[in-house]
């Protein structure tokens, strides 16, 4: 499938603002992967279908991934919010034609992250965050960060994210703070 016609299947699911939304990443993705000389086309396409699940009621999310073998733990069962990148991996996959594990990898940890993730992972992860639709306090900052630092950029997302469902009085997801540490533990130089 080509670029072209997963854009116009993603826009038959998703409403407007969430196309627009994956229309932003992919552009942004596009920018950061040429910036770091991480293969472009991936990058598009992650970027693009990073929330091709998003369209998915939060019931039926969980009983496709049961389905596909996943075990969400407690609190990705009750955040919807974490859903749509486990399962985005599979509509990705099977939707849409994506076979490279690169790509797939990068829609599935894109909402929490993970320690260790590739350069292509957190490109996707940065983009979600900064595409230029988006806008709060302290976006300036990590975006003119993602150009000189992948690793301090994952790390500030990930504080602006735990600092953001903290005040929601949210559930944290363990991956979003082992994100966090793992970040900070490789720029310390204790990770390679």
Not at 148 to 159: H, M, P, R
Request: charged share 30%.
């Amino acid at each position: 499938m080509t670029v072209t016609e997963m854009k116009n299947r993603l826009k038959g699911v998703l409403n407007p603002k969430r196309f627009k939304h994956s229309i932003g990443v992919m552009e942004e993705a596009k920018r950061l992967a040429e910036h770091y000389q991480i293969d472009v086309k991936k990058a598009v396409i992650a970027g693009l279908l990073h929330d091709c699940a998003k369209y998915v009621e939060a019931d039926e999310a969980i009983s496709m991934l049961l389905r596909y073998g996943e075990q969400p733990d407690e609190i990705q069962r009750i955040s919807f919010q974490l859903h749509h990148g486990l399962l985005g991996y599979y509509i990705a996959r099977e939707q849409y034609d994506v076979t490279d594990g690169d790509i797939l990898q990068a829609i599935y940890w894109h909402t929490t992250g993970k320690a260790g993730m590739t350069p292509l992972e957190k490109i996707i992860f940065i983009a979600d965050y900064t595409e230029p639709n988006r806008a709060f306090n302290g976006l300036d900052e990590i975006r003119k960060t993602a150009y000189f630092d992948l690793d301090l950029c994952v790390q500030l997302c990930a504080d602006s994210t735990i600092r953001h469902e903290l005040s929601k009085g949210r559930l944290l997801h363990p991956l979003t703070i082992e994100t966090r540490n793992d970040m900070i533990l490789r720029r310390l130089g204790a990770r390679a």
